[in-house]
């Protein structure tokens, strides 16, 4: 079952629930069987087909310790042993990621906080949703339009054919039910985009937002973005959460979300 709601709804609160959510979201993966999950003391690292590095990575939520160059040592042994060429290392979000460096930048890794991390407030949506003309979303509910999906968001997105059928496999096994919801969206009858609600950490992030080239410029984007948390409103969630990329940090802001922190991590690759 997903956390409590959050009611606190204060900067910090709310920058902490961006990330959790995010971390919720890899734990979650840990529900299908192309996921290899491997944990300790403090730390949780997965593995899954998809070569992308936030589908492979270490999630610490302690600070580290003497010796912890040892786990950084293991952890890439892991993932080399497995021919995972790239990952991503994520600290606790109450942790200064800094902490971390002088253990993972011998070994190769490189440091980014230029993902940001969004925050929309649930009651400033109007009543109901206006859609674009000739855009009708729909929840995925089925394997082939779990089929869809995948086709209609590795072209926006896009992902490389290779990972396609890797990502429909733990898209599968993730279900089609809450806490992770996979939406369609149809312009004039035809797939043209796609998001993803995942509940976590008590607020509602939105995530695979993507829209087909030829459908792009008639507010798709933005459409299938509010949709998912439309739904969230109607179970009672205060906050919509997400992190956005370069091009569609411009949208999230005209639709309203507040840039509230960075998603900040620690990238390698081979």
Same mark, same amino acid.
């Given at each position: 079952?997903?956390?409590?709601?959050?009611?606190?709804?204060?900067?910090?609160?709310?920058?902490?629930?961006?990330?959790?959510?995010?971390?919720?979201? &890899?734990? &979650?993966?840990? #529900?299908?069987?192309?996921?290899?999950?491997?944990?300790?003391?403090?730390?949780?690292?997965?593995?899954?087909?998809?070569?992308?590095?936030?589908?492979?990575?270490?999630?610490?939520?302690?600070?580290?310790?003497?010796?912890?160059?040892?786990?950084?040592?293991?952890?890439?042994?892991? &993932?080399?042993? #497995?021919?995972?060429?790239?990952?991503?290392?994520?600290?606790?979000?109450?942790?200064?990621?800094?902490?971390?460096?002088?253990?993972?930048?011998?070994?190769?890794?490189?440091?980014?906080?230029?993902?940001?991390?969004?925050?929309?407030?649930?009651?400033?949506?109007?009543?109901?949703?206006?859609?674009?003309?000739?855009?009708?979303?729909?929840?995925?509910?089925?394997?082939?339009?779990?089929?869809?999906?995948?086709?209609?968001?590795?072209?926006?997105?896009?992902?490389?054919?290779?990972?396609?059928?890797?990502?429909?496999?733990?898209?599968?096994?993730?279900?089609?039910?809450?806490?992770? #919801?996979?939406?369609?969206?149809?312009?004039?009858?035809?797939?043209?985009?796609?998001?993803?609600?995942?509940?976590?950490?008590?607020?509602?992030?939105?995530?695979?937002?993507?829209?087909?080239?030829?459908?792009?410029? #008639?507010?798709?984007?933005?459409?299938?973005?509010?949709?998912?948390?439309?739904?969230?409103?109607?179970?009672?969630?205060?906050?919509?959460?997400?992190?956005?990329?370069?091009?569609?940090?411009?949208?999230?802001?005209?639709?309203?979300?507040?840039?509230?922190?960075?998603?900040?991590? &620690?990238?390698?690759?081979?």
């Amino acid at each position: 079952m997903p956390d409590p709601i959050l009611t606190d709804l204060s900067t910090p609160s709310l920058s902490r629930a961006i990330k959790e959510n995010l971390y919720d979201y &890899f734990r &979650f993966l840990g #529900r299908s069987e192309v996921t290899e999950m491997d944990e300790g003391p403090g730390w949780l690292r997965w593995r899954t087909p998809i070569a992308h590095p936030w589908f492979n990575g270490v999630l610490c939520n302690r600070p580290p310790v003497e010796g912890d160059g040892a786990l950084v040592e293991s952890s890439l042994a892991f &993932f080399r042993a #497995r021919g995972t060429a790239s990952l991503t290392w994520w600290p606790d979000p109450g942790m200064p990621a800094a902490a971390w460096a002088p253990f993972l930048q011998p070994h190769g890794f490189g440091f980014t906080d230029s993902t940001p991390g969004m925050e929309l407030a649930l009651d400033v949506l109007p009543a109901e949703q206006k859609l674009p003309p000739g855009l009708e979303i729909f929840p995925v509910e089925n394997l082939a339009a779990l089929q869809t999906w995948i086709d209609v968001f590795g072209e926006g997105y896009p992902l490389p054919d290779e990972i396609k059928p890797h990502f429909l496999a733990l898209t599968a096994d993730l279900g089609f039910d809450l806490p992770a #919801r996979n939406y369609l969206g149809y312009l004039d009858g035809a797939p043209a985009a796609s998001s993803t609600l995942f509940l976590g950490a008590g607020v509602a992030g939105v995530y695979c937002v993507a829209t087909l080239p030829a459908a792009r410029k #008639r507010g798709v984007g933005a459409a299938m973005t509010l949709g998912p948390l439309y739904e969230a409103r109607d179970l009672g969630y205060r906050a919509g959460i997400l992190q956005s990329s370069e091009m569609g940090y411009p949208v999230y802001r005209k639709l309203g979300f507040q840039h509230l922190t960075a998603m900040e991590h &620690f990238y390698w690759s081979e």
